[in-house]
């Protein structure tokens, strides 16, 4: 099956036609209200550091949006240092291997979008103190800041929409900010690193070494990416027909894999945020039934591919759990940059720390060509060095690529 999909023009795209024919409803751009700040010196815009290497992307209602190839700070994502340590070392291994320079910042706080979504505990000046204390430590480091988290993304984008809306907020954020001696800073955009593995898929596919041709991928799109704040998303007319965002499945075909279809594409992976901690039966059997279980019997993937931290451990971690109940589960998952520097070469234990996913992901290696024992039996041996005291830090670029 592919993803130049036959059917009917979805709402999306006939919202595209309708804005074409009357530009006056057009959404408004965010960015006017962000330079009129900037020149009545409310606020700092944060634009990229170099701004002649960048790539323009599509956006759903046909914005461009600029994405900085280099010189990133790293807006790194609790669930993933905590749950999926490989999500984030993919990350930070595709960008070295490019070339490209980046920051991993020690002063960087969570989003805070845990409390936000899940227990509404908190306050719109604290979540929005937060984000800016964020985005000031990413404007004095000189880097550009790119978001890890999908949901930090969208909750960022949400604040980012009430600091330009409402002028009490910004007054209540400022006090908070002189207190820590920092700047009330804004980027120009709000970049999310799925957005970046995109813009950089030709590059990424130029560095490939396993082939993927005969890898069979479902794609499930991260509700807190593109259904928040959704003008921002990456849409592409020659990905779904520019019918839903391009991210992970641009990638994925970038790099020779069969992207397959299935019908609750659109459904959440079960998170959810306030599902996962007080309805987690709920979570799982979502994730089961209405999302692995729809992806095997209508598309029999390889592996399932998503671009977010709560969505890969929610896909994950619930088919351990139905393989209880005789679900029919068993299907890997991965975030599209563990996808990708897998094609690269990377160690699937070393840089993708694939041992800390439950699903099995096995079969998939091998039909990627990969000989996971002697991989597992490698990174063993780093562990000893490890233990030993040889080495301080897992290695990565003593890997090879074979």
């Known amino acids: 099956m592919t993803t130049r999909s036959a059917t009917p023009v979805s709402v999306i795209l006939q919202k595209k036609q309708h804005f074409e024919r009357d530009p006056e409803r057009l959404p408004v751009d965010f960015h006017d209200r962000l330079y009129e700040l900037e020149a009545a010196g409310e606020l700092v815009v944060q634009r990229p550091p170099d701004p002649t290497d960048v790539v323009t992307v599509p956006t759903k209602y046909g914005r461009p949006k600029v994405i900085p190839r280099g010189h990133l700070w790293h807006h790194k994502s609790c669930g993933q240092c905590g749950h999926i340590p490989g999500y984030s070392t993919s990350i930070f291994w595709v960008m070295r291997k490019l070339g490209y320079e980046y920051h991993d910042p020690r002063d960087q706080t969570s989003c805070t979008a845990w409390n936000y979504y899940a227990s509404a505990t908190s306050n719109p000046a604290a979540q929005a103190a937060v984000a800016l204390r964020n985005f000031a430590a990413a404007y004095e480091s000189g880097y550009y800041p790119l978001i890890h988290c999908a ?29 820590l001696g920092k700047p009330m800073v804004l980027p120009e955009e709000i970049v999310h690193y799925s957005e970046w593995f995109y813009a950089m898929r030709d590059e990424i596919a130029a560095r490939q070494v396993r082939d993927f041709s005969g890898i069979g991928v ?4 991260a509700c807190h990416y593109y259904k928040l704040v959704e003008g921002d998303a990456i849409y592409d007319p020659d990905v779904y027909q520019g019918q839903r965002t391009a991210v992970v499945t641009g990638l994925a075909e970038s790099l020779g894999a069969e992207v397959r279809e299935y019908s609750t594409w659109y459904d959440c992976c079960g998170f959810g945020f306030r599902h996962i901690l007080v309805q987690r039966d709920f979570t ?24 977010d931290t709560g969505c890969v451990t929610t896909l994950d971690k619930s088919q351990f759990a139905a393989q209880a109940h005789d679900r029919k589960v068993g299907v890997a998952v991965m975030s599209e940059a563990q996808f990708a520097a ?53 290695t990565w670029d003593d890997v090879d690529a074979s």
């Open 151 to 179: 949901t930090s993304y969208g909750h960022y984008k949400e604040v980012r929409g009430e600091l330009l809306r409402h002028p009490e907020l910004r007054q209540q954020v400022r006090q908070v900010m002189d207190k």
């Open 218 to 221: 479902t794609v499930h799109p």
């Open 284 to 307: 799982r059997s979502f994730a089961t039934m209405r999302k692995i279980e729809v992806m095997k019997e209508e598309a029999n993937p390889d592996v399932v591919l998503t671009h």
């Open 342 to 394: 897998l094609a690269m070469g990377a160690h699937p234990y070393k840089v993708c720390q694939l041992h800390w996913h439950s699903a099995d992901y096995r079969p998939l290696l091998e039909k990627m060509g990969i000989d996971w024992r002697q991989a597992w039996a490698e990174f063993e041996d780093e562990v000893k060095r490890l233990e030993r005291g040889d080495v301080q830090y897992l």
